[in-house]
C-alpha cells in the first residue's frame, strides 16, 4: 500500500517536468487521483500521502466512500479510530463519470466541481438543486472530442452555444472544458484531440461571454497526460499510475 506514496512522488514529478519543459508552470496544473473502484482504506492512503483532489465516476459508489471517509475525518471521532487519517486536509472531491439529472442533487451535494455536463438540461437541473443548497456549483463542460457515437459528451458544434445558455444560471460557474480521446495505445495518438479540445476552449474564451471563466481544460489520464500537459491541460485524471491498475 505504501507504493501509492511512492507512485504519487513519480506522477507528480512527471508532471512537473513535462510542465517545464513546455514552458509551463508546474502549479497551473492539478492533479486528480482517480479513485473508481479503489476501497476506502486505500483512498485513505492516498489522502495520508498528500492527495489532495479525488475523481470519481459512480455516485453510489462515491457517497457511499465519501461518507465513509468524512466520518473518520470529522463526525465521530470518539467512535472510530482517528488514527486511521494522520492529516488534517480534508479531501475534495470532483465527480468525473456521467450524471444523469435525476442524480444531479447528489452529485451537487458531494462534489466541488462536476466535469461531465454535457446538456442544457442537466446543467440546469445542477442550477436547481444548487440554488436549494445555496451553493454555486462549479461545473466543465464535457466535449465528446472523439465523435465516438458511444462516448458522452457535447458536440464541439454546441459548446459555444451550451456555454452561453449556461452562462445565464445564476447557481452554476462554468470553469472550461473536459475531454476523452478515443483509446490509443500510443499517447501521440491522442494529441490531435487534445489539441481540439484547447482550440474549442480559446474560440468560447474569446467570445468573452459574461460570468463564463475558461480557465480549466480537464485532459489526460494514466496512459497520456504528458502530452496532455504540452496540449494545454490544467487539470490531469490519474487512476492507474496512482492506485495500480483496477
Ligand atoms: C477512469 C478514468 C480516469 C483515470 O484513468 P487511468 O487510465 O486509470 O488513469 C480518468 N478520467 C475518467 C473520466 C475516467 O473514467
Redesign the pocket.
Known amino acids: 500500500m505504501d507504493n501509492i506514496r511512492e507512485r504519487l512522488k513519480d506522477v507528480k514529478d512527471e508532471i512537473s517536468e513535462t510542465a517545464i519543459k513546455f514552458g509551463r508552470n508546474p502549479e497551473e496544473i492539478t492533479l486528480i487521483a482517480?479513485s473508481?473502484k479503489k476501497s476506502v482504506e486505500t483512498i485513505i492512503n492516498a489522502i495520508n500521502s498528500g492527495i489532495e483532489i479525488l475523481?470519481e465516476?459512480y455516485i453510489q459508489e462515491a457517497v457511499e466512500k465519501i461518507e465513509a471517509i468524512n466520518q473518520i475525518f470529522v463526525e465521530q471521532p470518539n467512535n472510530i479510530d482517528r488514527n486511521l487519517i494522520t492529516t488534517d486536509k480534508k479531501a475534495i472531491w470532483h465527480f468525473?463519470?456521467h450524471l444523469q439529472s435525476n442524480k444531479a442533487k447528489i452529485a451537487v451535494k458531494y462534489f466541488d466541481l462536476i466535469h461531465t455536463v454535457d446538456s442544457l438540461k442537466l446543467a440546469q437541473e445542477i442550477d436547481r438543486q444548487a440554488e436549494k443548497i445555496g451553493k454555486i456549483q462549479n461545473i466543465l463542460i464535457q466535449i465528446n472530442i472523439s465523435e465516438e457515437e458511444t462516448k458522452s459528451g457535447t458536440d464541439a458544434e454546441d459548446a459555444i452555444c451550451l456555454a452561453e445558455s449556461i452562462s445565464h444560471l445564476k447557481h452554476v460557474s462554468l470553469k472550461g472544458l473536459m475531454g476523452?480521446p478515443p483509446f490509443f495505445d500510443a499517447p501521440e495518438m491522442a494529441r490531435p484531440y487534445f489539441r481540439k479540445l484547447a482550440k474549442i476552449k480559446d474560440v468560447i474564451k474569446r467570445k468573452a461571454i459574461p460570468k463564463i471563466f475558461m480557465e480549466e481544460l480537464s485532459m489526460g489520464?494514466?496512459?497520456d497526460f504528458k502530452v496532455a500537459i504540452e496540449e494545454g491541460a490544467t487539470m490531469v485524471?490519474?487512476?492507474?499510475?496512482i492506485f495500480g491498475s483496477?
Open positions: 482517480v473508481k475523481g465516476n468525473i463519470g476523452m489520464m494514466s496512459g485524471r490519474i487512476g492507474t499510475s483496477r
